[in-house]
């Protein structure tokens, strides 16, 4: 089925983002006993005060955009599932076979092959009824405050694009608390000649 695979494939990239935030949470965690020891330690400088509080400043945000991507995740890996059983049941033999004590059974027009169609025949495209489940969530997430009324009932293509965009800052931000923490690493002997 196009949209139980493609859904739970998107679900498995947004997981990603929690080895980012993983990553992220250390270098945060360190950076923070790092600009809390400065100063009791007497070897405290604004430069790495600063760093310190930028580090933990962008760290916080990260986990703000990790928690967003993750629960992109499981609202996608929810909807993979529901489509993937509906698919399913629509797919299932049992489901199109005629009860043996339906009258209509034992008409002669119900066997012309010409009026049936194979039970694999399906439409192309998201079942009927992911519309009524993306309303549903919708419903939940903008009574929950989650998202803004105006972005209720898009359709499926930018809600995944929306999401990808979330782990792409995600990401920005992660390599941003890495590329700081490299330079802060490889500048330390001249910016703090004391350590």
Same mark, same amino acid.
Do not use: C
């Given at each position: 089925?196009?949209?139980d695979?493609?859904?739970?494939?998107?679900?498995s990239?947004?997981?990603?983002?929690?080895?980012?935030? &993983?990553?992220?949470?250390?270098?945060?965690?360190?950076?923070l006993?790092?600009?809390?020891?400065?100063?009791?330690?007497?070897? /405290?400088t604004?430069?790495?005060?600063?760093l310190?509080?930028? #580090?933990? #400043?962008?760290?916080v945000?990260q986990?703000?955009?990790?928690?967003?991507v993750a629960?992109?995740?499981?609202?996608?890996?929810?909807?993979g599932?529901?489509? /993937?059983?509906h698919?399913?049941?629509?797919n299932?033999?049992?489901? &199109?076979?005629?009860?043996? &004590?339906?009258p209509?059974?034992?008409?002669?027009?119900?066997?012309?092959?010409?009026?049936?169609?194979?039970?694999?025949?399906?439409?192309? /495209?998201?079942?009927?009824?992911?519309?009524?489940?993306?309303?549903?969530?919708?419903a939940?997430?903008?009574?929950?405050?989650?998202?803004?009324?105006?972005?209720?009932?898009?359709?499926?293509?930018?809600?995944?694009?929306?999401?990808?965009?979330?782990?792409?800052i995600?990401?920005?931000?992660? /390599?941003?608390?890495?590329?700081?923490?490299?330079?802060?690493?490889?500048?330390?002997?001249?910016?703090?000649?004391?350590?």
């Amino acid at each position: 089925m196009p949209f139980d695979l493609g859904l739970l494939t998107l679900a498995s990239v947004l997981r990603r983002g929690r080895h980012l935030d &993983h990553l992220s949470s250390s270098i945060t965690l360190i950076a923070l006993a790092w600009g809390l020891l400065q100063w009791p330690m007497g070897f /405290g400088t604004q430069i790495g005060s600063a760093l310190a509080t930028l #580090l933990v #400043l962008v760290g916080v945000l990260q986990k703000i955009w990790a928690m967003r991507v993750a629960l992109d995740a499981d609202l996608f890996d929810a909807l993979g599932r529901a489509e /993937g059983e509906h698919a399913s049941a629509r797919n299932d033999p049992a489901s &199109h076979a005629p009860a043996s &004590h339906d009258p209509a059974s034992h008409d002669p027009a119900s066997h012309d092959p010409a009026s049936q169609q194979p039970a694999s025949h399906n439409p192309p /495209g998201p079942a009927p009824d992911i519309t009524a489940r993306l309303a549903a969530m919708d419903a939940m997430l903008v009574g929950t405050g989650l998202m803004p009324a105006r972005l209720a009932g898009r359709p499926l293509p930018p809600r995944t694009q929306g999401a990808l965009r979330l782990l792409v800052i995600q990401a920005a931000l992660v /390599g941003f608390q890495v590329a700081l923490t490299l330079s802060s690493l490889l500048a330390m002997p001249w910016l703090f000649p004391g350590y």
